[in-house]
């Protein structure tokens, strides 16, 4: 299986640049590779040309052509065809509490497995096998992502709200620095 963690993103209410933001003196995309690396074999970093990423020992760098659209959606698809036949575990590089514990529990079905904090669906943290990329290929880009891997019908995996709380603004970040 393969890492991917989703950097594919503009960051406009982060102020640009979201993986390389630091929180506790660490690049918060380095969290994502952490878990990821206990769970899969390769981890990648899934991003727009040009977009700035911290420099990650042992991930790779995956830009996702073209520069247009940014969803989450291209950069899924991205990660699957770059991994030529192998599942993907994808995490949003904006997910800094995801544990390699939480990132274990989505692998056990051996096949698409979503997280599901709280009765919300997340799908920028999950497994996504090679049999649904035809059918996200076929996607509309603009859709909303929840709605596009709804139909996916995956298995559904519960995990602590905490763990996919989402860094986006500044404030978010001052947040998880306090104490």
Not at 51 to 66: C, F, G, H, I, K
Not at 80 to 109: H, I, K, N, W, Y
Not at 123 to 137: A, F, K, N
Request: net charge negative; hydrophobic share 45%; glycine share 8%.
């Amino acid at each position: 299986m393969i890492g991917a963690i989703l950097a594919g993103g503009a960051g406009r209410r982060m102020g640009g640049a979201k993986a390389v933001r630091t929180l506790a003196g660490r690049p918060l995309a380095s969290y994502a590779a952490a878990a990821l690396a206990e769970v899969c074999d390769r981890v990648a970093i899934v991003a727009k040309p040009g977009t700035e990423l911290p420099d990650l020992p042992a991930v790779e760098r995956w830009d996702d052509e073209p520069a247009e659209p940014r969803h989450p959606l291209t950069g899924i698809v991205h990660a699957l065809e770059r991994a030529q036949g192998e599942p993907v575990m994808v995490c949003a590089a904006d997910m800094p509490f995801v544990t390699a514990r939480t990132a274990r529990s989505l692998t056990a079905s051996g096949t698409t497995s979503i997280a599901v904090a709280g009765g919300v669906l997340q799908p920028v943290l999950g497994v996504y096998t090679p049999d649904v990329l035809p059918r996200l290929r076929r996607a509309e880009p603009n859709a909303p992502l929840t709605r596009t891997v709804e139909a996916l019908e995956p298995v559904l995996v519960p995990v602590p709200p905490a763990e996919v709380r989402s860094i986006n603004t500044p404030e978010d970040l001052a947040d998880a620095e306090a104490p």
